[in-house]
């Protein structure tokens, strides 16, 4: 890939916009395009956006960054295209103002903010978190991390903050000149001399939020309605921005000459972007979770599914495999092996007025109370090997008390505190019921209960917006073990018939084989993605199993 697109991508959008007629400022004139081209299937050849390598990538480089939808902010205006005079010659020139989010304000020139030529544009908000429970082994799928000693990379300048210092973009007047190009439209931000940003950890699903790196994408030529959704899984590639001057700016601290086009509030839609980066989006893909194991080719009409190669006889092979391996973890139980493998495979395929198809919850029931043969943790240890998306809930007391489930707008803040079930489609949650003890619970933790409920029965998850409930659709399969009787109702109760001794939690630690893992991983990836279909003799079947 040519590194002027890597080291300068905004040289590259002026270049294009030179190129257009005033008239077309508006539409879309061809940036998304003209990059796709360019990057094809080079994706990987793109410096990702991390928290390892974050402190060393600079302003202005062209990244990408995979996470999910966390929250969606109010829409921004910007100046999508503004007058520049040289104050030498008087020579004017048009200048874009997209994928950047200050003026670059040129030595010896000046910026025409009354000229009839300047635009007004908008683009959406998305704030994104890395994918929450997804398996350390799909990052390497992606890519290897890049050191960035290439072009597009290198130390950041003194100007531009440092990660470790997120308290100097709120303090600090920002050293670069000009103004920033956009202001919020949002009008319920907090008011002056409340308190200041709320901590980051507040957006990332689950409480372990180390080495994690949240990022707020700008999107331009896809922010129409339903184009993205809380929860989508998605690569972005785009302009890096983390200058000071992204910081909201609380409004008796501001400097009106040097920000006269700032009406930023000091509210959560504008965190310090020491912390979390801002990337303007210039192309993008969603991924499901086949995606995250088989990476599709960036290529219309490509997809995962196309590019995987499993044949019958590798799938039968594979999943033998796998069930050998759970039939280990499970003392020998054949049947609770094949009930959980075919728990990984159930998918929501459709939806019919309160009727939720494809949906499956699994309770495996009566597992032994000695801690040296943890039947959760070696199955929680095998699935994680194998699984893309896997989230592990403890269900203790302390849990239901002190970690919230469902998300909750902060109207002061003006953000979506996030929760434990906000999470991706196809994500599969292990709740460990045997760690649940008799004790008391107050009513948030009824409430978390009535959540969890409430996910198994229907595949919702309700948000909290505080003064109403917004049902959000899921897909998420559930897996209940408990030491006896579940308080949950599941599609399928199944008391453990151990054969054998349970294996230590110590001896469960052997995943599959190596040689075979990716295979496993692919296989049940495919499985899981391919269309339902029931033949004539099988409904037939069903049928009359139904009205026995």
Known sequence: MDAQFLSNPLDVVQSLFDKISPGDVRSNWGVCSHFEDVIGSHWREIPKLNFSFFEHLRDGTLVRYRGMVQDMFDTEYFLGAYEEINESTGEKRLVSGKYRDCIANKPGHRVDFGASSCVTLDRLPLLCVPVPGEAAWVEPIFGADHHPTAAGAGERSSTTPKRKEPTDDADSTPSAPGAPASRAKSQSAAPSGTAGIPAPATHFPLPDARNQLACLVKVYDDKQEGHFKLNDVVEFVGVLSVTPQLTS??????????????????????????????????????????????????????????????????????????LVQLRRVLGGDALAAEYLMLGTLARVYKRHQLMCMGKFSLNIMNCPEDPHHNVFASVRHVLQSVVAKFVALPLSIDTLHQLRFTPRKDYDANTLASGLLQLSEGTLLAVDETVLQPGQVDQSAVSHLNALTHLIMWQKVEYDFQYHQIEFEVDIPVFVIPHGKSIFNCDCVLPLRPEAALPSFSAALLAPPNEFVDQIREYLAVSRSLDVSIDEATAKQMQDDLVR
């Not at 194991?293 to 599914?305: I, L, Q, S, W």
């Open 249 to 322: 700016f609380a409004p008796d601290s501001m400097d009106t000459d040097q920000f006269p086009h700032n009406d930023f509030g000091r509210d959560g839609q504008s965190p310090p972007a020491s912390v979390v980066p801002r990337l303007h989006c210039i192309a993008h893909r969603k991924l499901s979770s086949l995606d995250l194991v088989v990476p599709p080719h960036h290529k219309p009409g490509h997809t995962a599914a196309a590019s995987s190669a499993v044949s019958a006889a590798e799938a039968a092979s594979m999943r033998e495999r796998l």
